[in-house]
């Protein structure tokens, strides 16, 4: 039987919820009967509830395209721009995808892929709603070459937030990813990048300023066409 939580959140799946189920416990046995009691009880179960959610690993099917890059992750699109990036080559098109608390936090591959390298940057944690988050937060940049053409590099990075203060990467240099499989998550709020190489005519942008994404799922954040190099 498949669990519906991510092996990425241990322990913090088991600890989280048996902390709060036990601070539940205490309330109703040694606390007295006030008016508080009950709301309080309601509030640390809607906390629990959301705890469990958060480390919640759905079920998907995966679009596979390799003609189509898919979201890296869940949340919504805050920018779409041109940017310098290490790993590839001139100038990229960034988009950014906001992870609110309540998204599911799972990373995936946006296409099948060879990992080249993984580079963690330490950082500051301010909003990660900000492009600006990007160049001063705590990251891990993914560098990687896609399987199949055109195998350009692109680079996923994944940001920390106001809130998260962790992230965590399986992908390691030399592993190779299917399209929208699980590489990592981003824990309580975070954001995520994909990079592509900026070549005019070579794709087209299929998503919009505020569109809502999904992690391998998506129809796509971008759309490569078999353009001549």
């Not at 779409?80 to 098109?93: C, K, P």
């Not at 998204?103 to 330490?122: G, L, M, T, W």
């Not at 709603?129 to 891990?140: A, C, M, W, Y």
């Amino acid at each position: 039987m498949r669990l519906p939580f991510t092996r990425y959140g241990l322990p913090q799946v088991l600890l989280y919820p048996a902390l709060i189920l036990a601070l539940m416990a205490a309330l109703a046995l040694l606390a007295p009967r006030t008016l508080w009691l009950i709301p309080a009880e309601i509030l640390l179960c809607l906390i629990l509830l959301w705890a469990l959610s958060f480390f919640r690993d759905p079920k998907r099917v995966i679009p596979l395209d390799e003609a189509q890059l898919l979201s890296p992750a869940d949340g919504t699109i805050t920018d779409i721009s041109e940017a310098e990036v290490n790993g590839l080559d001139g100038r990229a098109l960034r988009i950014g995808v906001f992870l609110s608390v309540f998204n599911v936090h799972i990373n995936r591959s946006p296409c099948s892929a060879r990992i080249e390298s993984v580079i963690y940057q330490k950082g500051r944690y301010k909003n990660a709603l900000s492009p600006e988050s990007s160049r001063v937060n705590e990251s891990n940049a993914v560098l990687m070459t896609r399987l199949e053409e055109p195998r350009d590099r692109i680079l996923v990075r994944q940001v920390s937030g106001a809130v998260a203060r962790r992230i965590v990467c399986a992908a390691k240099p030399g592993r190779e990813y299917r399209q929208g499989e699980p590489f990592g998550m981003i824990k309580f709020g975070s954001r995520t990048e994909l990079y592509i190489p900026l070549r005019e005519g070579a794709y087209e942008v299929r998503v919009s300023l505020g569109d809502t994404v999904y992690a391998g799922i998506s129809p796509l954040i971008a759309y490569l066409k078999q353009a001549p190099r």
